[in-house]
């Protein structure tokens, strides 16, 4: 089943404006991960967040992790048009070969009109 | 540094007919492989992963197979493609331990007909 869902589906907005995508999951997690997919691209890992920490910053890029809502939000200030792209949240859970797999959301598109 | 190659970037094949996708990995060792399919506006669903050279592990049952014959090299395979074989399919890979990302390459966009 799907561990992160992305909300909203779809967002447009204005360059210069602020861009917020929200992700919710089901189980307890270790870290949340956000990837940038552009189109027919393969995804770009953004930002990682720890379970125990609550917000974390990179560039325009801010991302805050709420684990008793098991949810969490990636803010894009001052948006441009090279911000385009679908995001994607993911959660990671331990498998038993030792390997870390992520779980994807659905993914939110982005749409910044210049 | 650490690049990750993956092709063909497209590849159109009939009904029916065999299947090989390529990836290698380049400046690190013994690295996590995954190997996902993305249908349109749609998420990533896991297909395979590796933790070493000759371990596979199947999270979806299916009509396709993954192996690893080198310790930086993924290979995706089928031996009859169906119609719903079509999709977009990504390579990761990742270091072998929980809070390290994952890398993907460019894609191979698969179209069966």
């Known amino acids: 089943s799907q561990q992160g869902e992305e909300d909203p589906q779809a967002l447009s907005i204005q360059e210069g404006e602020n861009a917020t995508m929200n992700c919710s999951y089901k189980t307890s997690i270790n870290n949340l991960q956000w990837y940038r997919q552009n189109s027919g691209r393969g995804l770009v890992h953004l930002i990682l967040i720890r379970s125990n920490e609550r917000e974390k910053h990179s560039g325009r890029l801010r991302v805050t992790l709420d684990t008793s809502k098991k949810s969490s939000s990636l803010l894009i200030t001052a948006s441009r048009a090279a911000d385009t792209a679908s995001y994607f949240c993911?959660?990671?859970?331990?498998?038993?070969?030792?390997?870390?797999?992520?779980?994807f959301g659905k993914g939110t598109k982005l749409s910044v009109i210049p | 540094s650490q690049t990750i190659h993956q092709w063909p970037a497209t590849l159109v094949q009939p009904v029916g007919s065999p299947l090989s996708l390529e990836c290698t990995v380049e400046g690190t060792s013994n690295p996590n492989l995954y190997w996902y399919r993305q249908a349109a506006g749609r998420g990533l669903q896991l297909l395979f992963y590796s933790v070493g050279i000759g371990q596979i592990s199947s999270e979806v049952p299916q009509n396709l197979s993954a192996s690893r014959p080198q310790d930086r090299q993924f290979i995706l395979s089928s031996k009859k493609l169906l119609l719903s074989d079509s999709g977009f399919y990504l390579c990761?890979?990742?270091?072998?331990?929980?809070?390290?990302?994952?890398?993907f390459g460019d894609g191979t966009r698969l179209s069966i007909l």
């Open positions: 990761a890979w990742s270091q072998g331990y929980s809070n390290q990302p994952q890398h």
């Open positions: 993911a959660t990671d859970a331990r498998s038993g070969a030792g390997s870390y797999q992520l779980t």
